[in-house]
């Protein structure tokens, strides 16, 4: 299995720099990541596209055809170039995965959608910070669109790691 994430370190002011400096990124990617989605809801799905396009540059630096055919373990291995970015970069990289995803289905490429929501999949599990902290993460309802999108593609160890996320035990689904 992938593993994301600088962990262990201690809190320095360069690291809360870096740490805020991330915030900002994943918050302004969402932003973006919005509009981009509610243009695709207009159903001006070119622009959606050139939307999604840009955001792979801007967020990851990588061109939309290179993050969606290179394998898994090869983005990892550059994502991890920055340890204390890859969590980030991962969660990215699977949100965007999982918007390609959902423009392929509107436009009934469903082989394309599947695949892209199976590598969403990949990369929202490879952003988890920790296992324990998966009940608080803000992406659980990226994480099962994506699931759906793709779970008849997944073997049994992952179809239960997947649904212990996304309904922990004691908790009420919303």
């Not at 809360?16 to 994943?26: A, E, N, P, S, T």
């Not at 396009?53 to 898994?72: C, K, P, Q």
């Not at 970015?85 to 009934?108: D, F, N, P, V």
């Amino acid at each position: 299995m992938w593993v994301c994430g600088g962990r262990g370190k201690g809190f320095s002011r360069a690291s809360v720099i870096q740490r805020d400096f991330i915030l900002r990124l994943i918050e302004e990617f969402f932003m973006f990541l919005a509009k981009a989605l509610g243009t695709f809801q207009k159903k001006d799905i070119p622009r959606a596209e050139a939307s999604i396009d840009l955001a792979y540059r801007r967020f990851l630096g990588l061109s939309a055809e290179f993050a969606e055919r290179t394998s898994i373990d090869s983005l990892l291995a550059l994502f991890r170039v920055d340890p204390d970015r890859s969590a980030s970069q991962c969660l990215i990289a699977a949100e965007l995965m999982r918007a390609r995803g959902m423009i392929r289905r509107e436009q009934g490429t469903d082989e394309q959608a599947e695949r892209l929501f199976l590598r969403a999949v990949a990369f929202y599990l490879e952003s988890l910070p920790l296992p324990s902290q998966a009940e608080t993460l803000a992406y659980q309802p990226g994480l099962r669109e994506a699931y759906e999108g793709c779970k008849n593609r997944l073997g049994p160890d992952e179809i239960a790691r997947i649904t212990a996320l996304l309904d922990p035990p004691g908790q009420e689904r919303s």
